[in-house]
């Protein structure tokens, strides 16, 4: 556990000297929205509960730009290498990097709520608990299949382009859940069981691929 | 391999042949909780369904037929390549 | 290719070859009429897609946990037969619901449900192929997770109301209908077997001579 610590904490060490994934990430995540704005507002008017949508795509295709290039530090340097290397418990290794990945995309999604509440005119911010739970448990999930993945694609040909091919079919009920959640909040009435359905669904998944991945990993890694 | 290909690919074929005129000469005519027979079509059933109908059992016929071909070809493929390695084996073996 | 492949070749294909008019002497369904006989191929392959993609979950954990090219060679056979018989139901099934529903294609939970696993399949085969070495256990690990997303995709999608005819249907179907669809199921898990046994005999030969040209390398 200490490890995973030490992991997340050199990550974020040479992310805030360099920042070159966060600033990129985030850039790309508002050119998203930007895009998706003049895609689908018409006369001024955003459609209505566009927000939703908007918001957990960008996030997402945010996400997967991230993890290919955090893995591609890596893999430059043959860190990932060393770190297997070393007498390190592999779940450590793995849970390391999910933190770093999940703090990124949580970063990433402070600037966007916001943003996405102003030029879509959504009260996201409407039930902040229930927001950060939705978002917290969704991110969650798509970083432990996003992490795994981009870990074995390290080594792989053809590596960026597998990535997403991977992700995106396996993180459909991550999109479904966390869409419809978020959606279920910017109701005008808010219906509670329907919020708690859906987050439910996101934490049962959450638990079983964060469970998944570290035996995978362990599995995959040792060759 | 060959004989195989040829059979599977010869018996896919005759079935999608046979299969086009036998429904073809058929009789034309929200939410089902069961399926109920009836022997004859009331009269305003009609013959749009025929083209869904015969569209999706060529679909099927095609794609097995194709895939098996596929498949074939796959195989005698590797399967030349592993005569002809083994052969050159077992000459500089010899050699 | 063993003996009982052949023999069971010219069965599976005698079998489809009468399929048609074993078909054609069921009655007709009273509300859905003659393009309901769709079904009689729709489902024995939805059957069939289902059953690969358990196999090639089952054949990726096991691959993963004792690294048996065996269990490997299985799972990539079955993820190619989980494309082929899925494209055929996610193309029958379609064109059938033209007709009945009205519309090509319904957000319901079993079809949603079908086309996502559909693409996980998919996308081990395009991992497989472009993956280059060592993506063996990582498309064993994506099967992995394929399978164990099945249940949550389907409650997921289930948001969306489901118009599917339950599948309390079959054990209800009078015998005119029952026998086509046995028949058919039969014919098509045959057809299963029979591709699924050709197509691991194709990464056997590949896997000799892989070790041929090691061979011929050492023989040098």
Not at chain 3, 118 to 137: D, F, Q
Request: charged share 15%.
């Amino acid at each position: 556990m200490r490890l995973a610590w030490l992991i997340l904490r050199k990550d974020l060490t040479v992310e805030v000297r360099s920042g070159e994934i966060a600033y990129t990430t985030l850039f790309f995540a508002v050119a998203c929205v930007l895009i998706f704005a003049f895609a689908l507002v018409r006369e001024g008017k955003p459609p209505e509960d566009g927000a939703a949508g908007i918001l957990w795509i960008a996030v997402m295709l945010a996400g997967n730009l991230a993890l290919g290039r955090a893995f591609e530090r890596e893999r430059q340097a043959e860190t990932l290498r060393a770190l297997l290397l070393a007498p390190a418990p592999r779940p450590a290794v793995y849970l390391g990097k999910l933190l770093g990945i999940v703090v990124l995309l949580a970063a990433a999604e402070v600037l966007l709520v916001p943003l996405v509440a102003l030029l879509f005119q959504a009260r996201l911010l409407a039930h902040p608990i229930w927001l950060t739970a939705i978002l917290a448990a969704g991110t969650t999930g798509f970083a432990a299949v996003g992490t795994l993945f981009a870990a074995m694609l390290v080594r792989a040909r053809s590596r960026d382009v597998l990535l997403p091919v991977l992700l995106y079919p396996i993180t459909v009920p991550v999109i479904i859940a966390g869409v419809r959640g978020t959606a279920a909040l910017l109701q005008p009435e808010l219906e509670v069981d329907i919020v708690r359905f859906w987050l439910a669904l996101l934490i049962a998944f959450d638990a079983v691929f964060v469970t998944l991945s570290l035996w995978t990993f362990e599995a995959v890694m040792t060759d | 391999m060959p004989a195989l290909k040829r059979l599977v690919a010869a018996a896919m074929l005759a079935a999608l042949c046979a299969s086009v005129p036998a429904l073809a000469a058929q009789n034309p005519p929200p939410k089902v909780e069961e399926y109920v027979p009836i022997s004859q079509l009331p009269p305003e059933d009609q013959l749009p369904a025929a083209p869904l109908l015969i569209a999706a059992y060529s679909f099927v016929m095609i794609v097995f037929f194709l895939y098996v071909v596929s498949l074939s070809r796959r195989l005698t493929n590797v399967q030349r390549d592993v005569d002809r390695l083994g052969a050159t084996l077992k000459q500089t073996s010899k050699s | 290719m063993p003996k009982w492949f052949f023999r069971a070749a010219i069965v599976c294909g005698v079998m489809f070859v009468a399929s048609p008019f074993v078909i054609a002497s069921a009655d007709y369904e009273s509300t859905m009429g003659l393009v309901q006989k769709i079904f009689y191929y729709h489902m024995p392959s939805a059957w069939m897609f289902l059953t690969s993609g358990i196999v090639c979950g089952v054949a990726s954990v096991r691959f993963l946990m004792t690294g048996d090219p065996r269990h490997d060679r299985l799972a990539w056979a079955a993820a190619e037969m989980a494309v082929v018989f899925g494209v055929v139901t996610l193309v029958t099934g379609p064109l059938w619901a033209r007709k009945s529903w009205g519309t090509f294609w319904i957000w319901d939970a079993r079809t949603t449900s079908s086309l996502v696993q559909w693409m996980v399949a998919w996308a081990y085969l395009i991992l497989r192929r472009y993956g280059g070495p060592g993506s063996e256990k990582l498309a064993a690990g994506l099967a992995l997770f394929g399978t164990a997303n099945t249940a949550f995709i389907y409650v997921s999608v289930n948001y969306w109301r489901t118009i599917h005819p339950p599948t309390s249907v079959v054990p209800k179907l009078p015998f005119t209908m029952g026998f086509p669809l046995w028949f058919c199921v039969a014919s098509f898990a045959l057809l299963f077997v029979l591709l699924l046994r050709m197509r691991v005999r194709l990464e056997e030969q590949r896997a000799t001579l892989d070790s041929l040209y090691l061979s011929m390398d050492d023989a040098r």
